[in-house]
């Protein structure tokens, strides 16, 4: 079988929590944070879209901090706790998916899952953000359908309710 | 103090909304098969070449690559294009763009597929670069394709404009330039294709419209119709960009011809290079009018750099030459345009479809005008605005409107336009308030196959299944079909099962473009729901004993005097189904006019700009805007549609531009293509839908997909001459222009 063929890049052994799960795996070195997510874990819910690190698509939290996973690489990732969108709505949805549905946040969905971590990650570090504060930590998730007023409205509704 | 504000209250979460705010819903390019292996595309190396060799083998050798494939593998017609089938699916001889294809891969990892890409040795032999639309006109100039460089010609002629200048106090001349737009859908185009055990391939690819996308691929893979079964929808956005096909010959030839599932997601540069754009345009326009503000004379030349291959470019330039002097009744008019074949990326459809570019020209003129007749922007165009009554845009027989009307006196009412100018104590920071108007064709237009329909059902669920063939792309068709469906019938939203998207399970129902869907859905349904009802009461009344007229359908069943007496399961026979289809076609003017609409949407927009004069920044701090389409069918859909459609025009304006040199794209990503961010938009925006139509109207709601990218360029560019004294011509508004502007007026 020609299947069998040898990725030439040097596979290692990682370990670190993904949704409070422990993860042990074996992987190339250079491998991204979201094609482990999507491809190792099927965990779909980061999506790929620039790969540069410009649109936020990707967006997950790692130890604490908003990250693109598409920059973020299998050597940089022992011992770290990842968070993705998944892991909000274990017990019934969080919060801020409850307020994106009734706001509007969303159109086609691809920039969503990005867009709600970047809002998690604001609320855990700062429950009251200025208006100021929350376009600074939503400024590197790109939406091409809402305009962005939905997304405000549905944060605003959040802290509102915090 | 970000507030964005509607006169509408907010609704019920769309059906969608659960799988989207969770990360669950699975788009195309999320799934996975097994034993699936991963397709990529080569592209050319030159803008317009002679291939003179093309050699596979050494990718044929490399481990793990399953097909290599080029213009000897298509099975059928080697060619694709929504109306003329001009673009090839591989270039054998020539290529006339970048995102020509040559030859594209199969392989068990995408890293494979990569390195096989570049093992295919391609020989070109350069020709001149057509860049240019103006001298590619040049009848001199090499033919692209076997017609000419000159894909398109549309006109219209009303009056005699040679007539109408003398006349006038007072004449406008300006040409402006508009820039080539990417629709930056964040999902880029890709999907799985799977050969079935059956024999037929499963196209997994998003589209606007699946049963073309089907016909399409029939006659590229030498099959029938019914061998494919197109899986359309739900898709990370569109905006007219995937309607044309894209990915989908690729990954269909190298499945059918490896036996095993194939996926394609295009990288971002693949997708810039090779996808579809708004077409660049050359508007020159000359409008004259009386001292008294009456508009006399028009004449409009347009120039549509379409690219490469035809795709919809020749429907784009017909648009933008009907709406030519929009909502105005202008009595002598001279319009040509021409759609040019170049090097360039292939433009075509692109939310807004010519309107943008024609109508940031006209209301261009319109506000240069009013200014040389010392004359109120709002009353020039009140002055000359159509009746309810008059002829569209080109002569053509309409129906009856005054939205145009109504949404320029809604925003006459404006707080924005009582600006008062002193409220900046920063000398360096300029402020400038402008208003636009536009009006907008809905549906495909006269002379051009426009079929709808839509299909209701009891299934063996008990669910009201309701089906079209339309397709989510984020644009809340869904919420569509669930409120006016629920409202028509008289159930509940559980009561309904959803069917969009997928060839082998929808009716023909026509594209999701257009502004139509909305419409469509609402015709269909006023179409469906008497003979629906009648059958489920009949049935009812059968199964109960109770008389048909005493029985009414509402939530989960049939009811009698407030109580339930049936449920929709109980109600779903075997061999008795209960079903209706509907098949029409959308309205249009019945005067022969190529394109010619006969609904329109409208509306108005002021804004009130700040011009940095250190920087040359603009920003955008106030939107407020008018819309009149009818009755509002799913309120947060409508308002996301309006402020979505209103951001991305923002871009357009301010920042974005798909630049080419030497037809070669100068930017290939998100750190170049620089798309509006949160931290761009205005801290406030309000929207005010106007539902009311003209006396006796029939046609219901209509779309707002596009509306709301109209008026709001021409609204910058006159907020910014209010600002500084300096009139922009071109898109996107640079920042050095005003800094050049700043030592002119200063």
Redesign the interface.
């Known amino acids: 079988m020609?299947?069998k063929?040898k990725?030439n890049s040097q596979r290692i052994n990682i370990s670190f929590t993904v949704n409070g799960e422990q993860q042990q795996l074996q992987v190339e070195a250079t491998k991204r944070l979201v094609d482990i997510l999507?491809?190792d874990l099927?965990?779909?819910?980061?999506?790929?879209?620039?790969?540069?690190g410009?649109?936020g698509?990707c967006s997950v939290e790692v130890d604490g901090e908003l990250v693109n996973s598409c920059l973020m690489r299998a050597y940089q990732l022992n011992g770290k706790s990842v968070y993705?969108?998944?892991s909000?709505?274990e017990n019934g949805?969080h919060d801020i998916?409850k307020a994106?549905?009734?706001?509007?946040?969303?159109?086609?969905?691809?920039?969503?899952?990005g867009m709600?971590m970047a809002v998690k990650t604001l609320l855990e570090k700062n429950k009251k953000p200025t208006?100021e504060e929350?376009?600074?930590a939503?400024?590197?998730?790109?939406?091409?359908?809402?305009?962005?007023?939905?997304?405000?409205?549905s944060v605003?509704k959040v802290i509102q309710a915090i | 103090m970000a507030d964005y504000t509607s006169n509408l209250a907010s609704s019920r979460p769309r059906p969608d909304g659960m799988g989207k705010v969770t990360g669950a819903l699975n788009y195309f390019t999320d799934l996975q098969f097994p034993n699936m292996l991963y397709g990529k595309v080569l592209r050319s190396e030159h803008p317009h070449a002679k291939i003179q060799q093309l050699n596979i083998e050494k990718a044929e050798q490399l481990p793990g690559v399953l097909a290599v494939i080029t213009s000897k593998d298509v099975p059928g017609l080697n060619g694709f294009g929504l109306i003329t089938q001009d673009q090839p699916v591989f270039c054998d001889q020539v290529v006339r763009y970048v995102g020509d294809a040559v030859a594209a891969v199969a392989a068990i990892t995408p890293e494979i597929a990569e390195r096989a890409i570049k093992r295919i040795e391609v020989t070109y032999e350069p020709l001149p670069i057509m860049d240019d639309p103006e001298s590619a006109m040049n009848p001199d100039s090499t033919p692209l394709h076997s017609g000419g460089n000159i894909l398109h010609e549309a006109s219209y002629e009303n009056g005699d404009v040679d007539e109408g200048f003398p006349l006038c106090d007072v004449i406008i001349e300006e040409t402006y330039l508009l820039p080539r737009q990417m629709h930056a859908y964040m999902e880029t185009e890709g999907g799985v294709f799977v050969p079935e055990r059956d024999g037929r391939l499963s196209v997994y690819a998003g589209t606007q419209h699946g049963y073309k996308d089907r016909l399409q691929l029939a006659r590229i893979l030498n099959l029938s119709e019914e061998r494919i079964r197109v899986i359309s929808s739900p898709m990370g956005g569109s905006f007219g960009g995937k309607d044309e096909l894209n990915i989908q010959p690729y990954g269909a030839i190298l499945a059918l011809k490896t036996g095993r599932p194939v996926k394609i997601h295009q990288s971002r540069r693949e997708s810039m290079i090779s996808g579809i754009k708004k077409h660049p345009m050359k508007i020159t326009m000359k409008t004259g009018a009386k001292k008294t503000g009456e508009i006399v004379a028009h004449e409009v030349r347009i120039i549509a750099d379409t690219g490469a291959y035809a795709t919809l470019g020749p429907a784009v330039l017909d648009f933008a030459v009907e709406h030519a002097i929009g909502p105005y009744v202008i009595p002598n008019v001279k319009t040509k345009g021409y759609a040019v074949f170049t090097n360039n990326g292939v433009a075509g459809e692109f939310r807004g479809f010519g309107g943008n570019q024609i109508t940031f020209a006209l209301e261009g003129q319109i506000d240069r005008l009013a200014d040389d007749l010392h004359m109120s922007p709002l009353k020039l165009r009140k002055k000359n605005l159509r009746q309810g009554t008059d002829p569209g845009p080109v002569g053509q027989m309409i129906a009856p409107t005054n939205g145009d009307s109504l949404v320029l006196d809604e925003i006459t009412q404006s707080p924005l336009l009582a600006l008062d100018k002193r409220d900046s104590d920063n000398p360096w920071k300029k402020t400038g308030v402008g208003v636009a108007l536009t009006m907008h064709g809905g549906g495909l237009g006269f002379g051009r196959m426009d079929p709808s329909g839509g299909k209701i059902s009891l299934n063996h669920e008990g669910k009201i299944e309701i089906a079209f063939g339309f397709e989510e792309v984020g644009q809340g068709l869904l919420a569509v079909i669930e409120n006016i469906t629920t409202e028509a019938i008289g159930c509940s939203s559980e009561d309904l099962h959803i069917v969009i998207g997928d060839t082998d399970k929808v009716p023909h129902s026509g594209s999701s473009t257009a502004s139509r869907g909305t419409s469509m859905i609402w015709h269909s349904l006023q179409r469906l729901k008497g003979p629906f009802k009648e059958k489920l009461l009949d049935t009812a009344a059968k199964r109960s004993g109770y008389q048909k007229e005493q029985l009414c359908v509402g939530e989960k069943g049939i009811w009698l005097n407030g109580q339930r007496i049936l449920t929709f399961e109980q109600l779903f026979l075997e061999n008795e189904p209960i079903s209706i289809d509907t098949k029409f076609d959308f309205p249009t003017t019945p005067n022969s006019i190529p394109g010619g609409h006969f609904l329109y949407s409208f509306a108005a927009v002021a804004v009130k700009v700040e011009v940095d004069l250190i920087t040359g920044a603009i920003k955008v701090t106030d939107i407020d805007q008018a819309v009149s389409a009818g009755p509002v069918v799913n309120p947060n859909g409508y308002i996301g549609q309006i402020e979505g459609g209103t951001i991305m025009a923002l871009g357009y304006t301010l920042l974005e531009e798909a630049a080419m040199q030497q037809s070669r794209y100068t930017t290939e990503n998100f750190d170049t293509y620089i798309l509006p961010t949160i931290q761009d938009i205005p801290p406030k925006m309000n929207v005010r839908a106007i539902e009311d139509l003209w006396e006796g109207d029939m046609y219901g709601p209509r779309g707002v997909g596009e509306i709301g990218t109209v008026a709001l360029a021409p609204a910058i560019v006159r907020a910014i001459y209010d600002a500084t004294g300096h009139w922009v011509t071109k898109l996107p508004v640079s920042r050095e222009e005003i800094l050049h502007a700043r030592e002119m007026v200063f």
């Open positions: 020609i299947e063929v990725v999507r491809e099927s965990l779909t819910g980061a999506k790929i879209s620039c790969e540069i410009r649109c698509a993705t969108v998944e909000l709505s949805l998916q994106f549905l009734e706001e509007g946040g969303f159109q086609c969905g691809y920039c969503t899952p709600i208006d929350i376009l600074d939503l400024s590197g998730n790109i939406c091409r359908c809402t305009g962005y007023a939905g997304i405000i409205r605003k």
